[in-house]
């Protein structure tokens, strides 16, 4: 158990909808990192945030925002959802000051749109 | 940006040692990172190289070599439950901050 939460594991959904999904980091860590990972495909960097503020941002569509909220917990929002928007999210948070600085990830959040 | 490259596939025998490769390019360099995925399952942290050379730890060594862009994973006395993805992550200067960006992955297939 990594010590980060997320919910809910699995999603099934219709084109056009709209989910949100939340991620809870490991305590006392300040960065969320979010990832996206299609089948067969690596994991795809969507956005960072640290301690409450946007860091960094990847390929993230228009369609997708995210924040990060002063209990440093953090959720995804995904609108006008496609077909490709199936796949496995993962956040991950990582403490600040840690000299290797690996990522923690949850378990995921399997979202699948029909 | 960043660009990380590795081999998709590879085989392996069980009891064997294998070597996962990765090439990488990025700018202001900070970190690379070895992590093991199962099939639907989360990514786990396996070793971090920062400086050059060579990181052991139990079965799985990992080295690096900044100047080259390049590092290896390098797994011991395999074993069945070995059978996995291998991601190679790199962090790097992104906009003033630092990113970690993943290669695809490498699938391993420990067989008999």
């Known amino acids: 158990d990594s010590g980060v939460t997320q919910t809910p594991k699995h999603l099934i959904t219709a084109t056009g909808q709209r989910v949100t999904l939340r991620c809870s980091p490991r305590s006392g860590d300040l960065s969320v990192y979010w990832y996206q990972q299609s089948l067969d495909q690596g994991l795809q960097f969507l956005i960072q945030?640290?301690?409450?503020?946007?860091?960094a941002k990847g390929n993230i569509l228009e369609r997708f925002s995210a924040q990060q909220f002063p209990d440093l917990h953090s959720e995804l929002n995904l609108s006008s959802l496609e077909l490709g928007d199936s796949a496995l999210y993962f956040c991950?948070?990582?403490?600040?000051?840690?000299?290797?600085?690996?990522?923690?990830f949850g378990e995921g959040s399997r979202l699948t749109v029909l | 940006g960043q660009n990380i490259d590795q081999p998709t596939e590879m085989t392996a025998t069980e009891g064997a040692i294998v070597q996962i490769n990765c090439t990488y390019q990025t700018s202001g360099f900070n970190g690379l990172f070895w992590y093991q995925q199962h099939a639907g399952e989360a990514p786990t942290f396996l070793s971090y190289?920062?400086?050059?050379g060579l990181e052991e730890k139990g079965r799985f060594s990992s080295f690096l070599s900044r100047s080259k862009g390049y590092s290896y994973l390098l797994l011991k006395e395999l074993q069945m439950k070995d059978s996995a993805s291998y991601l190679c992550?790199?962090?790097?200067?992104?906009?003033?901050?630092?990113?970690?960006?993943f290669g695809i992955g490498t699938k391993l297939q420990v067989i008999p």
């Open positions: 190289n920062v400086l050059d």
């Open positions: 992550a790199v962090r790097g200067d992104s906009g003033g901050y630092q990113k970690v960006t």
């Open positions: 945030y640290y301690n409450g503020e946007e860091r």
């Open positions: 991950a948070s990582s403490p600040a000051g840690q000299p290797t600085g690996e990522l923690f």
